[in-house]
T-cell receptor, first 113, second 111 residues
Framework: IAGITQAPTSQILAAGRRMTLRCTQD?????MYWYRQDLGLGLRLIHY???????GKGEVPDGYSVSRANTDDFPLTLASAVPSQTSVYFC????????????FGPGTRLTVL | GQSLEQPSEVTAVEGAIVQINCTYQ??????LSWYQQHDGGAPTFLSY????GLEETGRFSSFLSRSDSYGYLLLQELQMKDSASYFC????????????FGKGTMLLVSP
């Protein structure tokens, strides 16, 4: 069982380019999340999805979009990357209702130049 | 607004006991979680408190006081491998609910 996989592991991207970070889970979890982690700022929620077909905005959604076409996949898209989006991105999932545990993927380190 | 406060760094020696505090101010409260993250790794779940009191899991314990909006993570018999960042996180509602994380506490364990 892989849990949660993310791709790519790391990426260097020119400003203005479009980029999609991939996230796949095999635990059949209902809820999925995208966080960014910056030094000294902890984990900040970008977008989330409680079930397939629904999405919601987190604390820092600007410049990012997500989709949830099925239970397993939750891609995060940067339509036009900017240097301030340089960060480590973590995808996570949880069972959903009244759950207390989120399971995190290994992360994607993104550098926007 | 929502805020969680925890110390930025704590140092201790092997074999010691260390307590990492977390105070929160959120619009709602359903439970408090703790996550561990080693440098360069993914956060992993440690413990969860929904009710007042102490929850014990091996060397780690977590405490919650809802009336004080306060919790702590207690690590006993510290080992070098416990050097990591520790995050508290509040779940604000029952049902489908996101987590709001604190900025994290870096624990440095020395020999």
């Amino acid at each position: 069982i892989a849990g949660i996989t993310q791709a790519p592991t790391s990426q260097i991207l020119a400003a203005g380019r479009r980029m999609t970070l991939r996230c796949t889970q095999d635990m059949r979890h209902n809820a999925m999340y995208w966080y960014r982690q910056d030094l000294g700022l902890g984990l900040r929620l970008i977008h989330y999805s409680n079930t397939a077909g629904t999405t919601g905005k987190g604390e820092v959604p600007d410049g990012y979009s997500v989709s949830r076409a099925n239970t397993d996949d939750f891609p995060l898209t940067l339509a036009s990357a900017v240097p301030s989006q340089t960060s480590v991105y973590f995808c996570a999932s949880s069972e959903g209702k009244d759950t207390d545990t989120q399971y995190f993927g290994p992360g994607t380190r993104l550098t926007v130049l | 607004g929502q805020s969680l406060e925890q110390p930025s760094e704590v140092t201790a020696v092997e074999g010691a006991i260390v307590q990492i505090n977390c105070t929160y101010q959120t619009s709602g409260f359903y439970g408090l979680s703790w996550y561990q993250q080693h440098d360069g790794g993914a956060p992993t779940f440690l413990s969860y408190n929904a009710l007042d009191g102490l929850e014990e899991t091996g060397r780690f314990s977590s405490f919650l006081s809802r009336s004080d909006s306060y919790g702590y993570l207690l690590l006993q018999e510290l080992q070098m491998k416990d050097s990591a960042s520790y995050f508290c996180a509040v779940m604000e509602n029952s049902g489908y609910s996101t987590l709001t994380f604190g900025k994290g506490t870096m624990l440095l364990v020395s020999p």
